[in-house]
């Protein structure tokens, strides 16, 4: 007989771990990309000065939404987790 709470939990599952992986790609393109970015900045040769300390925070900022962003969906995933963990004890 198919369980549907089964395959719900299943789906979320995958679901979250391909979350999980995106998230860790992209963080790490992002670092990546950061020092590269870095060095550049380092050699003088993207920019100097003012140019140099705006490029550096928008740096900071693009690395505080992802970290932000991550701590929501993580939040959001123990919710939705709690759900599906909740449906899954009531229907047995």
Known sequence: ?????????EMFNLSKN???????MLSSFQD???KMFH????????AQGEGKKMLQEWMNRA?????????TMEDNWKRAETVFGS???STK
Do not use: H
């Open 39 to 46: 060095t550049m900045l380092e050699q003088g040769i993207v």
């Open 63 to 71: 690395r505080q939404a992802r970290d932000q962003f991550q701590r």
């Open 87 to 89: 449906t899954s004890k």
């Open 32 to 34: 990546q990309n950061e």
């Open 1 to 9: 007989m198919f369980d549907q709470s089964k395959a719900a939990q």
């Open 18 to 24: 391909y979350w999980a992986t995106t998230m860790e």
